[in-house]
C-alpha cells in the first residue's frame, strides 16, 4: 500500500469511482479505542479492469454507499488508489504546518528577548 497523495496528485490519473461499502476500522490509541469507517471504492480504470480499494483514510466530506467520487490512481498500480478531496487533501497538513512555523518563531524570538535582558 504505497498511497502517496502527493505523487498521485502529480502523477495519478483521474477517474470516476462508486462508493460500494464502508469498512470498519478500529484502533487503540492512548484514550482508548477508535472506530472509523473507509469507504470501499470500484472503479475502472483506462486497462479496462475493475478495481477495488479502501480509503486510507475517512475523507472529509463523508460520501454515503452509491455516491460517485473522484479518484486518483497511478497506471501501473490502479490499486494504490485514492478518493481525490482536491486541495482538502493538502489543507489539514498545511494549517498545521503554518501553525508550527508561527509558534515556533514566536518562540525563538521570545527566547533571544529574554537573552537580551
Do not use: C, W
Amino acid at each position: 500500500m504505497a498511497r502517496n497523495p502527493a505523487t498521485l496528485h502529480y502523477k495519478g490519473l483521474p477517474a470516476q469511482g462508486t462508493v460500494t461499502d464502508f469498512q470498519k476500522v478500529t484502533r487503540s490509541t492512548r484514550h482508548g479505542m477508535s472506530t472509523t469507517f473507509h469507504p470501499v471504492v470500484d472503479f475502472t480504470p483506462g486497462s479496462g479492469a475493475p478495481v477495488r480499494f479502501v480509503s486510507s483514510m475517512p475523507p472529509f466530506a463523508r460520501p454515503r454507499q452509491g455516491d460517485t467520487v473522484p479518484v486518483l490512481y497511478l497506471e501501473d498500480k490502479p490499486q494504490d488508489a485514492m478518493i481525490d478531496g482536491g486541495a482538502a487533501d493538502f489543507l489539514f497538513p498545511a494549517v498545521f504546518g503554518l501553525a508550527g512555523i508561527f509558534l515556533l518563531s514566536k518562540g525563538m524570538r521570545a527566547t533571544r528577548a529574554e537573552e537580551v535582558r
